[in-house]
């Protein structure tokens, strides 16, 4: 029996303002617990919220980045439930008057595109965090730096079929609210985190089947790896005659599953009602024509451009995109004179490979635009070999070098020079009578094995055209 997943995500992202959402306290991550306090995010008595009028703006840059509508007066609300982490015993959120409504996004799976709706986007205050690990181990200590931190929640439509949609979903999210500066999506700092909403159903006309909710996936990795998991439980308990239960759910990242944490409420449990404390938030076109004209050019636009400009293929243009700074260093690198297909394959291939193994963001790099079209210069040419430049292009990065310092320190300039090739591969000829009879028998295989030879004897450093050409006339 087959079922067809449905799955919806729930992205939270920490909008990257200085101050607070209703109080100036900073948002600085990594302070001692509680110096980023005062008396409105600690939730006490008679102390009232102001609305961060920058938060509102990223928010509704964030809106109109995914197509949304934006509501001239949206409103916030309280969600009212019990944690320690909330003092107020309430959150200050959003519910049926939502900034923005109705929006989409592309995503791309296997070479094809598909819209993801966005139901809404509403703004709301992150809570606190609990600390179970402190000086005395039977207790939980609270701490409430994050208390009051501006998120925005976006939610999309159940449109997501697969763990791999929701993963390129997700990834694509990261990339627009990047792109936009409207928040730092370090998610191992739990800047973007989300929860999956999944359920199945026996054939894609069938009604919705029930869905559990699992709760703060903070790595793409986690999010897929939770939702194959939680398809597979349900499947599992569906075929063993079993009911899914509307639940809350928590993902163990070491064991790779999941275990429920509660029965899910609905949004009724929580009692929403109108913020006494804050007026409706009062939107003016005029600020949304402002905010629209400065939103920065978004990734797909720039994967057109790519395409258009660069003549890149698709894939390697997407590639490209996923990140600003790494769409810039890649334009850094054609102004400064690479071919764009050649900086494309270096900054995709082996510099995207040496960060991600040294865990180095790309503004980082010791190998900077200017130095990797060094290195391209140098191979097209023909000073090195694609074979050499690897190993330069090893060393530059651990040590920030010019290509060209590296390779006259190291001797590694290619070797071009027609006579002296020639007479290694003569040598060679010479030495191996039965390859030579082999290849004239007609055994093309064998003509490998004689640029092997060259290219070893000159310890790689020949020019592979032409000792193609001086063994082709040889061997004829
Ligand atoms: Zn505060």
């Known amino acids: 029996m087959d079922f067809e997943p449905v799955i919806g995500l729930e992205v939270h992202a920490q909008l990257a303002t200085h101050s607070k959402i209703f109080c100036r306290c900073s948002t600085e991550f990594g302070k001692e617990p509680n110096h980023n306090t005062c008396p409105v995010c600690l939730g006490l008595p008679g102390a009232l919220p102001v609305i961060n009028r920058r938060a509102v703006e990223f928010a509704v840059m964030l809106g109109l980045a995914t197509n949304c509508e934006i509501r001239l007066d949206s409103q916030f609300a309280r969600k009212n439930y019990f944690y320690p982490d909330l003092p107020k015993s309430y959150q200050i ?236 260093y890649f334009e850094e690198t054609v102004k400064n004179g690479a071919t764009a297909k050649t900086a494309s394959n270096w900054i995709t291939g082996d510099l995207s490979r040496f960060l991600n193994e040294t865990k180095t963001s790309i503004t980082e790099s010791k190998v900077t635009p200017e130095r990797l079209t060094g290195l391209i210069k140098l191979i097209e040419d023909g000073t090195i070999s694609g074979k050499i430049a690897k190993s330069v292009f090893e060393t530059m990065f651990e040590t920030g070098k010019e290509a060209l310092e590296i390779v006259e320190n190291q001797g590694l300039k290619q070797v071009s020079d027609e006579t002296q090739l020639r007479e290694i591969c003569d040598e060679i000829v010479r030495a191996s009578p039965s390859q030579v009879q082999e290849y004239k028998a007609g055994k093309q295989k064998v003509f490998g094995f004689f640029v092997g030879q060259a290219m070893k004897q000159t310890k790689g450093q020949a020019n592979p055209q032409v000792i193609n050409q001086i063994l082709k006339e040889l061997l004829s």
């Open 93 to 328: 959120s959003q519910f049926d008057r939502p900034l923005c409504e109705h929006g989409w996004v592309d995503i791309e799976v296997k070479g094809e595109t598909k819209r993801i709706g966005i139901t809404r986007i509403h703004m709301e205050e992150d809570a606190g965090k609990l600390i179970h690990e402190g000086e005395d181990p039977n207790a939980s200590y609270v701490d409430l730096n994050r208390a009051g931190i501006p998120l925005v929640e976006i939610v999309s439509e159940p449109d997501i079929r697969t763990s791999e949609e929701a993963k390129a979903y997700m990834e694509k999210i990261h990339s627009i609210v990047t792109y936009l500066e409207i928040c730092n999506g370090d998610m191992e700092k739990g800047n973007l985190r989300c929860d999956a909403n999944v359920s199945i159903r026996p054939n894609d006309k069938a009604p919705f089947g029930t869905r559990t909710e699992t709760k703060n996936l903070n790595s793409f990795r986690h999010v897929q790896a939770c939702i194959d998991y939680e398809i597979g439980r349900q499947i599992d308990v569906t075929l063993d005659g079993g009911k899914i239960i509307q639940q809350t759910r928590l993902w163990d990242a070491n064991k790779k599953q999941s275990k429920a944490m509660r029965d899910k409420e609905d949004s009724h449990d929580y009692r929403y009602f109108p913020c006494p404390d804050l007026p409706v938030v009062d939107i003016d076109q005029n600020l949304i024509i402002s905010l629209r004209e400065k939103l920065p050019e978004l990734p797909d636009d720039k994967k057109a451009r790519f395409q258009e400009d660069y003549s890149l293929g698709h894939y390697d243009a997407s590639v490209l995109v996923v990140s600003k700074e790494m769409a810039n």
